[in-house]
């Protein structure tokens, strides 16, 4: 059995308690080294064999799961985050399907979700924006040619980019150029959670400035958005003159 297990978004106490007793009765374990907190290895068992997926290919990380469920093992394969979020993991559960190997998935927290308590923020803020745009920047591999940053930048919602830190001069251009202004409020936030995190408040126009000054390059989320700004409406949720299932307007 190959269990797919989201590491969370990088405190080892941010993974889930089903995530970590699968690690914690795991054979086997298979981790994205390059993203992946080393810290939450403290829940191995000590005979546990551990793999950095980082120094492997597809091809090898199967090989290891198809070996350790000939000698019916149990693997842990250790996504950072959440693995539905470009985790690959597609590509793998198909290649498990043909080996009529058994797996599951454990759900973890998005890096989205820790940058977003890092800020202390909302995404979804009323008369504000009620959409989240989760991206990224077209780099060395493309992007479907209607999910161009420029195209959706023109709906003006919140924007959470991931894998584009390296990429910030072309963010800032065609974010400008689908419709959001320059002074539009954006954020970085390395390493959510980790005990090494950092937030750099900035606007969209000043994004490249700003990473390059603070020396980020890797290992970060890119937020930008008018969630980010001071003005919203109240919620009707708990406004006392909306009716709701559960409680009737105050007159």
Request: charged share 25%; proline share 4%; hydrophobic share 40%.
């Amino acid at each position: 059995m190959v269990h797919f297990v989201g590491a969370g978004c990088g405190a080892p106490d941010l993974i889930t308690v089903r995530g970590a007793k699968l690690l914690s009765e795991a054979d086997v374990i298979i981790y994205a080294g390059s993203l992946v907190n080393p810290a939450l290895l403290a829940y191995a068992k000590e005979d546990c064999e551990i793999h950095d997926s980082a120094k492997m290919t597809l091809e090898q990380v199967i090989e290891v799961m198809k070996s350790a469920e000939a000698q019916g093992k149990t693997t842990v394969r250790l996504h950072t985050g959440d693995s539905s979020i470009y985790g690959a993991v597609r590509e793998q559960f198909d290649k498990l399907i043909e080996l009529g190997i058994e797996y599951d998935v454990c759900p973890g927290v998005s890096s989205m979700s820790g940058a977003a308590a890092a800020l202390k923020a909302e995404y979804t803020l009323p008369e504000v924006s009620q959409t989240v745009i989760v991206t990224r920047m077209e780099g060395r591999t493309p992007v479907p040619e209607k999910e161009k940053l420029r195209l959706l930048a023109s709906h003006g919602a919140t924007m959470v980019l991931f894998l584009s830190v390296g990429l910030l001069d072309g963010v800032q251009r065609e974010l400008m150029a689908g419709g959001y202004a320059p002074e539009t409020p954006a954020a970085i936030v390395y390493k959510a959670s980790w005990p090494d995190e950092k937030i750099f408040r900035c606007r969209l126009c000043d994004l490249k400035d700003t990473a390059e000054k603070n020396n980020v390059k890797k290992t970060a989320l890119i937020l930008v958005g008018h969630f980010l700004g001071d003005e919203y409406a109240r919620s009707k949720l708990y406004d006392p003159a909306f009716t709701t299932e559960f409680r009737e307007a105050e007159k």
